[in-house]
């Protein structure tokens, strides 16, 4: 009995738009008689970029437009209870004006003993996105197994080539031989210099503490700056509102100077020009899913430039190790930015065309908690 009444008290307090709330699908109620709004849940907010405040009491057509596939889903989904599915573009309405069409899957379904009606959508371009960041963390997660077994593999026979090396050079009597030897070593210098690149992200574990992306940046800055102090210029656009957030302070630094240090070197011949530009901006988005983990708050950074952009071969696996738009590059930098973001459960995604490329930081807002006990925590 006591049983029944805690289940029965649950029950009670439980409210089923807060369980819309969570879904990460764009839901509205509709009253099937008048075709009003009567509930939008936050995902759709987001979508819509308009308040359910401002939604409730409107029409469908007021946020799409008039739209006679949506009016045949719903007159056929009143008619028959039948859920109705599709693939649709769905414009912008009398509420919305200025924003963009959007390709979306959308589903009419008519709520049983109720004048209701769900009507939810996800945007396509939105789930293609998703997907290709799950790809690339399972892609970042082997090739951090890799590029670590492989770095201890290689690790060990270097010491005793440079070794065999410099007793060599110390036996040989002809000192234009000792040429050959001094390559060596510096070869191998080279290449220990890589594998300890690869493994020091592995070997130091995060120290987490509160950071204020805005010191970071402006530290990323005056770096790159002073490496390239003629031609170039980072222009800031902050938002000065923004929570500190939780996470690894060195390792921030790091992955965005890796990002902003890249980018100052894709400008070079914008630097000779004189018109170079690197755009630092920063903004808080609610309600985001990063690698199907939904979070009520994400830090967005993002690095522009005015580049020749990303080759089209290469940007599908550009974080990749060893993929380099550059002739000189070693192909690391952005493979170690996209570790130490995924580190902070982020995600760094990218778009380029020629003129302007847009490396957008991700990184959910958490707590001391979740940061220390990070599945990705002390891996490369």
Known sequence: MRMFKTRAATAALFNPTDALDQMPNSVMLLDRNTRAIIYANTAAEVSLKISRKILIGYELRDVFGEHQNLEDMISKCCLDSVTQRIDILLHHGPLRPDQKEFLAYVVFAALEGSDLMVFEWFEIDQQRKTSREERLILQARANKDLMRNLAHEIKNPLGGIRGAAQLLDYELPDPALKE???????????????????????????????????????????????????????????????????????????????????????????????????????????????????????????????????????????????????????GLGLTLAQSFIQMHGGFISVHSEPGRTDFHVQIPYTTYESQNNSELKGDI
């Open 180 to 330: 050959y030897t001094k390559v060596m070593i510096k070869e191998v210098d080279r290449l220990q210099t890589l594998v300890d690149r690869l493994l020091a992200p592995h070997k130091r574990q995060k120290v987490i503490s509160e950071v204020n992306i805005h010191e970071v940046l402006e530290r990323v800055r005056s770096i790159v700056l002073a490496e390239f102090p003629k031609g170039l210029s980072i222009t800031r656009f902050y938002d000065v509102s923004m929570p500190e957030i939780i996470g690894d302070k060195e390792l921030m630094i790091q992955a965005l100077l890796n990002i902003v240090h890249n980018a100052a070197q894709i400008l070079e011949d914008r630097r000779l020009e004189g018109d170079a530009k690197i755009e630092l901006q920063t903004s808080i988005s609610r309600n985001v899913t990063i690698a199907k983990k939904r979070f009520k708050l994400a830090l967005n950074v993002h690095v522009i430039d005015n580049g020749p952009g990303i080759p089209a071969d290469i940007i599908d696996h550009i974080f990749l190790p060893l993929v380099s738009g550059r002739a000189s590059g070693s």
